[in-house]
């Protein structure tokens, strides 16, 4: 089945240590964001790719940045992880962009701080 | 820009019993509505979405109907299961980055159904 597939699902990783999520989908989409969702909250947009055009939302931190080598994967890397980046990472897809246009979901990558 | 606005959870109710959770929206244009459905550990699933006024989203029982004239997407079923139980969140297209579109989302409504 044609998907979205998060590595890993869940992920520790020590303060100020750099850390990579990964994200790879097999829907052959233009369009791939990543999303921060902390606890009992909405996701947050944090970025997108429409094919190699990178979108970087206005209050993203500089801490956080991303990578699409090619269609099919994206990466988020965290340069300096704080305690307060702890939260369920959220990669999706969509064929276009546009007003009418659903996403499509991983299951997330669990990120915690130590 | 386009925004959303959910009723505040924690929902609880007994199985069987009816489920309305309010969805009201601000936007330029027409954008489509959509609810995704969150269960405890995992990412989010498109649950149904309308694309235009008057249109009536329906799927797993669950339905909403866009809502010009009130602004709204409320989300409902007549009779809730247990596996219902999760976190229920409405969205719509907003502006995003430099060009483009992307969801936002409102901040959700858990649901607890209880035998």
């Known amino acids: 089945d044609a998907m979205v597939i998060q590595n890993p699902r869940y992920q520790v990783t020590q303060f100020g240590k750099p850390v990579t999520l990964s994200c790879s989908q097999t829907?052959?989409?233009?369009?791939m964001y990543w999303y921060q969702q902390k606890s009992s909250q909405a996701p947050k947009l944090l970025f997108h790719?429409?094919?190699?055009?990178?979108?970087n939302e206005a209050d993203t931190p500089d801490n956080f940045q991303s990578r699409r080598p090619n269609t099919s994967f994206c990466f988020l890397d965290i340069r300096s992880p704080g305690l307060g980046d702890a939260a369920m990472y959220l990669c999706?897809?969509?064929?276009?962009?546009?007003?009418?246009?659903?996403?499509?979901f991983g299951q997330g990558t669990r990120l915690t701080v130590v | 820009g386009n925004s959303v606005t959910q009723m505040e959870g924690p929902v609880t109710l007994s199985e069987e019993a009816f489920l309305t959770i309010n969805c009201t929206y601000t936007?330029?244009?027409?954008?489509?509505l959509f609810w995704y459905v969150q269960y405890p550990g995992e990412g989010l699933q498109l649950l149904l979405k309308a694309t235009k006024a008057d249109d009536k989203g329906s799927n797993k029982g669950f339905e909403a109907t866009y809502r010009k004239e009130t602004t709204s997407f409320h989300l409902e079923k007549g009779s809730v299961q247990v596996s219902d139980s999760a976190v229920y969140f409405c969205a719509l297209s907003d502006r995003a980055g430099n060009s483009g579109y992307a969801l936002n989302f409102g901040k959700g409504t858990s649901l607890l159904v209880t035998p």
């Open positions: 790719y429409y094919d190699k055009d990178f979108n």
């Open positions: 829907l052959n989409h233009n369009v």
């Open positions: 999706a897809t969509s064929s276009r962009t546009g007003t009418n246009t659903e996403a499509f």
């Open positions: 936007a330029t244009g027409y954008p489509s």
